[in-house]
């Protein structure tokens, strides 16, 4: 727990950060392999619509005896089992009491003898001339479903670039949120494509869940970039550094979220293919635990990237990154002025300590007091007095016990 | 910052009460498992099979309008497919208690035509008293005797637009007159060059003063208890009327009023149904009964009485083949042919105004209502009255509002019980995962925020408590259905419900590590994490929403749930958990940094603060 928390501080505060943002050419090329990978695999493995999709074939079988859904279970294995093209994924129900209808995949002739011979095998008695009646079903999530649902998407993305857009005030991240979304949609595709699971409507559920998940989890990320980035304008950070920061201070918080989020869907998962075979519930759960995945995957390490990478020429930004550089130069020589001991110095205790200079900015390595600490608070947070760090040169006042500012005409304070 | 003053206490009191009178619902509803869909329960299963041979366009637009129907609210996840271009399969979840008004709302054709009541059994005007069938012939040859003629309105149709009316071959009792015929009922499509234009004003005339064969058709034929319309045959039997339901034909048909079956001669119709811009059912203020009301449009496209089929009116009101070439020009004044239905409506009224002549409103052939006119309405807004309940209303509006189907259904469908296409097993086998998953879930939250963790724990079972309520409301009011895909989709709502907290939490370490005290970073923490969650859910909402109003069918049932689920996480959020950690931190245990409450300093990775009097002594280098 130790080390985990430590972690988590040292993140937060900056002393120690992954350079997600940095390493433009590592992360770019790890997503574009990935997502490269995902749509080879959609050309070359292409999707496996259902009967949903497709349309298929229904055959109603009357059983004089009497049927039951134990007898529906049983027959739907024994046609999974029996191996047939295009019955992998059968359906049985019961309907009234003394039929069952099988429904499958469109079934070539051999197919449909084939399922007649295994269902000829569990009810011996019956007559396939008459009591098997096979009809073709046209699909229930025709063009129509797939041409409304696609307009709703293509809404909702127009609505969330530009929510995106009007929130944080800057249409790059839109831009950035909806590459990562790509990203996502492609590899939760593709991996699905890989898988050879049936596409069903639960997949394209899934699927949709995931538009709303990805975006959800980059706005959050995105959120305390903008915090960040907008706070913190004075500091010896460029934009990158500071989204960076942002990306490491929210780091642990992707992590547990990816923790919390994965575990049901991934026990899910693991029970409906593993433990139960081909089941409805192994196409959603595929969907979800890929695409949620990769969502926390790009939030982290995609997003931002572009963000920043779009953010780059950007003149402001160009012009924060040269003055934290400088005020980073500046800082790194502060002390050159300290005396170098010489061997006829004169000792003295006791003062050091305040002679450092208590001018805010880097801390200074405390080689007498290592450790992670709070860091004082710069707010002024209503009791007692805490003196605001100073911007600007000071210098000793005797009248009020106290460093003053120094007042200068503008032209006389030099170059920042 | 917290110039408010919190009551967390207060919030979380109120937040309880809200839920306990959720669950007073739930337990006035009686129901505390929800309804299963299709494939955990099974259902109804609907076969329709289609009359004569409909072209595929038509079938495959009539499966839509089903679909449409059943699944309008989207909650339902209702199953609808074509089978061999013959049969429609529905299947609807659960087992529906009113089958009959399911298999109704599903087969009804819902043609829907306002046509006029020449004669009716109860009418007050009626120009064909049975009994002499052929005695009132003379009526058309007076055009000027006409009983409803009274208000001194010029009744005279415009003929001029209707150069091929000359010929109406059934017109046998009016005088060959070619300039200025009485309408003929019977057209002979096929003989005709022109195209065959009527107008509301034609129908009026003819209502008033009906074809002599109509008349006799009237007289020959009878309505049955069912209301259904029937003739004797030879052999003295009573068989069904082979009468079509043809908007270019006059019809005879029966109708309720009250218990009494009534037959009515009617018009061709004046307005189609097609050119409804919208339905609803309601009780009318001032009234008992429930009615559907209906908006008649005046989309000039879509005005009706024209043939044959090629001819149509285009947007400025003219008439127009195929190739849009205007064949006729718009015609101007009341006898417009190509007038949209809201001034069809409109110029009928005003003629009906006053006057005891009644119109009617026909489904399916069927007399709804025969209402006579009580003021001239301008805007088409309407009401069907008759003795609905609020299902059969809210039904017919729903049909309505969808349309019509092109084609007909055997009025015998074949209604029976499927089973579930779900083995058993694996509803069990999810819950059982998802139930491994969400403990899983909570000891990791315990472990990694301690007493924190507690809140999570209590927020997550308050959450699923609420969802599990909500569900059950919904089954209960909207007939909402749990599938497996929906049970899983919850399941997953838990890890972005779970979300919230983490990032609360995570905000409130944060807020701890620049050095504020616990109390104060739970307010400041609280503020920043608001903003997060808010903008995050906008996110989730939006999809939500526009999925729900875009989408069809399943996808419409998923934009709902998460709609919902997302709704719930706020709530959950700003009344549960934020008052009970503010609550919390009231509290010694958690305020003081102990090692339980997982705000200890050793938790959010910070070493104890330096000891003050220790300075060493050294030298300055």
Request: charge should be negative.
């Amino acid at each position: 727990m130790g080390k985990m928390s430590r972690l988590g501080n040292e993140l937060y505060n900056g002393h120690k950060s992954v350079d997600f943002v940095g390493r433009k050419a590592l992360f770019y090329v790890i997503s574009l392999v990935i997502v490269g990978l995902a749509i080879t695999a959609i050309a070359v493995k292409p999707l496996n619509f259902g009967v949903e999709f497709r349309g298929g074939t229904e055959q109603k079988i009357q059983v004089a005896s009497g049927v039951d859904q134990a007898e529906a279970d049983e027959l739907r294995e024994a046609i999974a089992d029996a191996d047939i093209e295009g019955a992998a994924n059968p359906s049985v129900t019961t309907a009234g009491d003394d039929s069952l209808v099988l429904t499958t995949e469109s079934l070539s002739e051999e197919g449909e003898d084939e399922t007649e011979a295994v269902i000829l095998d569990l009810y011996p008695e019956i007559d396939p001339e008459q009591d098997i009646s096979v009809q073709d079903v046209g699909p229930s999530w025709g063009r129509e479903v797939a041409e409304r649902a696609l307009i709703g998407i293509a809404v909702f993305l127009v609505l969330v670039v530009l929510f995106i857009w009007g929130y944080f005030r800057e249409w790059k991240m839109s831009a950035a949120a909806l590459a990562a979304l790509f990203h996502d949609v492609a590899i939760t595709i593709g991996v699905y494509a890989l898988s050879g699971f049936q596409v069903t409507p639960a997949a394209v559920t899934g699927l949709l869940a995931i538009l709303g998940f990805s975006l959800y989890d980059t706005v959050v990320v995105f959120d305390k970039i903008k915090e960040n980035t907008t706070t913190l304008r004075k500091s010896t950070e460029s934009y990158s550094d500071a989204a960076n920061l942002a990306v490491n201070q929210t780091l642990v918080r992707s992590i547990n979220t990816s923790i919390v989020a994965l575990i049901p869907i991934g026990a899910i998962l693991y029970v409906s293919a593993v433990q139960l075979g081909a089941s409805s519930l192994q196409d959603l759960a595929l969907a979800q635990f890929v695409g949620m995945a990769a969502g926390v995957y790009s939030s982290v390490f995609l997003a931002p990237r572009i963000l920043v990478h779009l953010k780059s020429s950007e003149t402001e930004v160009v012009e924060q990154a040269r003055r934290a550089r400088a005020r980073k130069r500046a800082l790194a020589d502060r002390y050159a002025a300290v005396p170098v001991f010489k061997d006829d110095m004169p000792i003295v205790d006791g003062e050091p300590a305040e002679q450092r200079p208590a001018t805010g900015g880097l801390p200074p390595a405390d080689e007498e007091e290592p450790g992670n600490r709070a860091r004082p608070s710069d707010e002024a947070l209503g009791k007692g007095r805490v003196a605001p760090a100073q911007t600007r040169p000071v210098s000793q006042s005797s009248s009020s016990g106290r460093q003053q500012p120094v007042r200068q005409t503008r032209s006389k304070r030099g170059k920042k | 910052m917290a110039t408010r003053r919190h009551r967390p206490g207060r919030t979380l009191v109120v937040f309880f009460l809200g839920v306990a009178v959720l669950f007073g619902l739930v337990a006035l509803g009686q129901t505390w498992k929800p309804a299963l869909g299709l494939d955990l329960q099974g259902g109804l299963r609907i076969t329709l099979t289609a009359l004569g041979d409909p072209s595929d366009e038509n079938f495959e637009e009539a499966r839509r309008i089903i679909d449409q129907r059943v699944n309008g609210s989207g909650v339902v996840e209702a199953e609808v497919t074509a089978q061999s271009g013959e049969y429609i399969v529905v299947e609807i979840p659960g087992s529906t208690e009113n089958r009959r008004e399911t298999e109704e709302l599903v087969r009804r054709q819902a043609q829907l035509r306002f046509r006029l009541v020449a004669c009716g059994e109860q009418s007050p005007v009626n120009p064909c008293a049975s009994g002499a069938p052929l005695g009132r012939a003379p009526l058309t040859l007076e055009p000027s005797d006409k009983p409803g003629g009274k208000k001194g309105r010029n009744n005279e149709p415009s003929y001029t637009t209707s150069p091929t009316d000359t010929a109406s071959p059934t017109d046998t009792a009016s005088p060959s007159d070619t300039t200025s015929p009485t309408d003929g009922p019977a057209e002979d499509p096929e003989g005709e060059a022109g195209p065959e234009v009527r107008t509301a004003q034609d129908e009026i005339t003819w209502a008033a003063s009906p074809d002599q064969e109509s008349i006799a058709l009237y007289n020959s034929l009878q309505c049955n208890d069912e209301g259904a319309v029937v003739m004797t045959d030879e052999q003295g039997e009573t068989v069904p009327a082979p009468q079509p339901d043809d908007p270019d034909q006059p019809l005879v048909s029966c109708g309720f009023r009250g218990d009494t079956v009534v037959k009515y001669l009617l018009s061709r119709s004046v307005i189609e149904g097609t050119e409804l811009s919208d339905a609803s059912a309601g009780i009318p203020q001032g009234d008992v009964k429930w009615a559907v009301s209906i908006d008649i449009g005046n989309d000039k496209d879509k005005a009706h009485p024209i043939s044959p089929e090629p001819w149509t009116c285009d947007g400025d009101g003219n008439i127009v083949d195929e190739d849009d070439n205007v064949v006729d020009a718009k015609p101007a004044g009341e006898g417009d042919p190509c007038a949209g239905g809201e001034d069809d409506f409109e110029t009928i009224s005003s003629q009906l105004v006053d006057t005891e002549r009644q119109f009617a409103i026909v489904l399916d052939g069927t007399v709804l209502s025969d209402p006579t006119m009580e003021a001239v309405i301008y805007d088409g807004k309407s009401q069907i009255t008759g003795d609905f309940t609020e299902e059969e209303a809210s039904n017919l509006a729903n049909s309505l509002k969808f349309g019509a189907l092109p084609i007909a259904f055997d009025k015998d469908v074949t209604t029976e019980d499927v089973g579930p296409s779900l083995a058993g097993d694996q509803l069990t086998a999810g819950l059982t995962a998802g139930g491994i998953g969400l403990g899983m879930v909570m000891l990791y939250c315990l472990l990694y925020y301690r007493g924190l963790g507690m809140v999570v724990v209590g927020s997550l079972f308050v959450a699923a408590a609420v969802t599990y309520a909500m569900v059950l409301l919904l089954s209960e009011a909207a007939g909402f259905t749990l599938t497996l895909p929906g049970i899983a989709g919850l399941i997953i709502a838990v890890g972005i419900t779970a979300d919230s907290f983490v990032i609360y939490f995570e905000r409130i370490r944060d807020e701890m590590r620049e050095g504020k005290s616990m109390r104060v970073a739970v307010e400041t923490g609280w503020a920043r994490a608001r903003v997060t969650r808010i903008a995050a859910n906008t996110v989730s909402m939006l999809s939500a929403v526009v999925l729900y109003i875009f989408a069809t069918g399943a996808v419409k049932g998923f934009g709902f749930a998460l709609g919902l689920s997302t709704l719930i996480d706020l709530a959950v959020l700003f009344w549960f958990t934020k008052p009970l950690v503010s609550w919390l931190a009231q509290f010694k245990l958690f305020n003081s940094g102990h090692r339980l409450s997982g705000l200890s300093r050793d938790t959010l990775g910070l070493d104890a603060p330096p000891a003050r009097a220790a300075t060493p002594a050294g030298g300055n280098a």
